[in-house]
């Protein structure tokens, strides 16, 4: 018989009467409850550090934790000693000050929601491997796509664990489409065909890891120009694929993109979706960090239409603006999942028994491909059911939380662009210079000490836009412009080693180094964005 260590008595399992399994956690789960509670707390602390471990420190850390793996295993006390410092160690998110990535922390709810997962530990393969997950997988999947005024008759989604991995399906999926030989001959049956993806300059990188893992190649990814404000040029996009299928290319995926990472910029659909249809080609919309707020946001506060029945697929995280916790992607399809098994299921008989299913003419049934064993529209197998801690977070809040908490984003983002063009009236050591406007709910910008200043606001309007237009071409000379990203840089280090806030920084082609603030955190107040720039400044007095 196995012997569990849930005695309260902290004693080892060997010298323990056995106690079930039930009893166990309900043990450790109280005990978790405190420490949990606690840890969240004293995040929240002004004087905690958002990250209390550097990168130098790795090694150490590494020999330190391996030499805790024992036979023996450790006692009750002892193990949650060990888990108070993981905690400490790891990056508090659940800060105000924490303004580094494009999530924040989790939903308390979002928590009980991961926590039940692991509870439950199905898999979301099969049906019967985890039923109440695939059915609420379908049913996130079509409020989801009805958001995103896909047809409701067919549209249907999958989870996954992280927006690069529903891309990548996007594109594996359109590929097999429109080069079905490829699925069973490989890329050798294309002959002289060299098929094409087109993404925009300021795309996320997992597309061209997708091309990659499709046997693209990254040399068949063509990069459309954008305009000042980041967003793709569908002009050049049409003149890019008349262009390439002159020269010998097989067009046949666009990406586009709601929320690009670094400027948020939203690319114009219809436009986009003209082209697509014209050449033929799948269109997907890359909304892993703006979907959110395309499909929750009031009108009156971000207006960005999705275009009725016009994209093939869209991905969305709702890990990022919604709260849920990491990882928690869905990428949806306008046809439903029977496209995507068709592109990538293998029908593997001791897995999948569809011809044991016994319902038949249901809506939900056909947007699920026509069996609820969703695994094979995959390339996967075992499958987190992350659809579970999605609906449970919605149920519990509704989606009026969901709107007012993407609202409050974009309205931060408004007010800290605001509070840059007011201090700017007012500084005496350098200028706060907005990369562009923001589109969504990230704020891109420099801040240039006044040693390095040597601009006026209306010639650097003029060659920022260019810059960004135009990949190689700097603001003022590359000299002058490693001055400003080296500063920016120098800045982003100082504040670091103080661990007050956690910013990020990002360089977009030749454009320097610019300081990049996410609002994603619903927490966040006028003093945090008054402090962040505190920060910054303080930062720079040290250094210049």
């Not at 992280?162 to 699925?183: C, D, Q, T, W």
């Amino acid at each position: 018989m196995v012997e569990y260590k849930a005695s309260p008595t902290n004693m080892h399992a060997s010298n323990t009467a056995a106690a079930s399994e039930s009893e166990e956690l309900r043990l450790l789960l109280s005990k978790a409850a405190d420490v949990f509670s606690e840890y969240v707390a004293g995040c929240q602390r002004e004087e905690t550090p958002i990250v209390a471990v550097g990168m130098q420190e790795a090694s150490q850390l590494a020999t330190e934790f391996a030499a805790k793996i024992t036979t023996t295993g450790t006692d009750e006390d002892q193990i949650w000693d060990e888990i108070r410092r993981v905690c400490v160690l790891a990056t508090n998110t659940w800060s105000d000050r924490f303004l580094y990535k494009l999530y924040a922390a989790p939903t308390p709810i979002g928590v009980v929601g991961e926590t039940l997962m692991g509870v439950l530990n199905n898999n979301a393969h099969v049906f019967n491997a985890s039923p109440v997950g695939v059915v609420l997988e379908a049913v996130v999947a079509q409020r989801l796509a009805a958001m995103a005024n896909f047809p409701r008759e067919t549209a249907g989604g999958l989870t996954f664990p992280g927006g690069s991995y529903s891309n990548i399906h996007a594109l594996m999926v359109a590929r097999n489409r429109r080069f079905p030989e490829i699925k069973t001959k490989g890329i050798g049956a294309l002959g002289g065909k060299r098929p094409v993806v087109f993404t925009s300059q300021h795309a996320h990188y997992s597309i061209e890891k997708a091309a990659v893992a499709a046997g693209v190649g990254l040399d068949n990814v063509v990069h459309v120009p954008v305009d000042g404000r980041g967003r793709m040029d569908a002009a050049a996009l049409r003149r890019l694929v008349e262009q390439e299928k002159e020269t010998d290319g097989v067009p046949f995926f666009v990406n586009a993109t709601a929320g690009t990472t670094v400027l948020g910029a939203f690319d114009p659909l219809d436009a986009i979706a003209d082209v697509c249809e014209d050449h033929g080609l799948w269109l997907h919309v890359d909304g892993s960090w703006g979907g959110p707020l395309a499909l929750f946001a009031d009108r009156s506060v971000f207006a960005y239409d999705m275009p009725h029945a016009r994209i093939h697929s869209f991905t969305v995280n709702p890990h990022k603006l919604l709260g849920i916790p990491l990882q928690c992607s869905v990428l949806l399809v306008r046809d439903g999942l029977r496209v995507m098994k068709d592109a990538l299921g293998l029908c593997a008989s001791y897995l999948f028994h569809s011809e044991d299913e016994e319902e038949t003419g249901s809506v939900w049934l056909d947007r699920v491909g026509g069996s609820w064993d969703v695994g094979d529209a995959t390339m996967g197998c075992g499958r987190r059911p992350d659809a579970i801690k999605l609906w449970i977070t919605w149920r519990y809040y509704g989606t009026r939380y969901f709107s007012s908490r993407v609202n409050r984003a974009r309205s931060a983002a408004l007010a800290f662009t605001q509070l840059l063009r007011t201090k700017n009236e007012s500084a005496s050591h350098g200028l706060w210079l907005l990369v562009a406007a923001p589109e969504s709910t990230c704020v891109c910008f420099w801040f240039v000490p006044r040693s390095l200043c040597n601009t006026t606001s209306a010639n650097f309007e003029e060659m920022r836009q260019r810059a960004l237009r135009e990949p190689g071409n700097g603001i003022f000379g590359q000299e002058h412009d490693q001055r400003w990203g080296h500063a920016t840089k120098a800045m982003f280090g100082r504040m670091g080693d103080a661990s007050k806030v956690l910013v990020d920084y990002a360089q977009l082609h030749s454009v320097p180094a610019f300081f990049r603030l996410p609002f994603n955190s619903p927490s966040i107040t006028d003093q945090t964005m008054a402090n962040v720039l505190d920060s910054i400044e303080s930062a720079a007095l040290d250094l210049y």
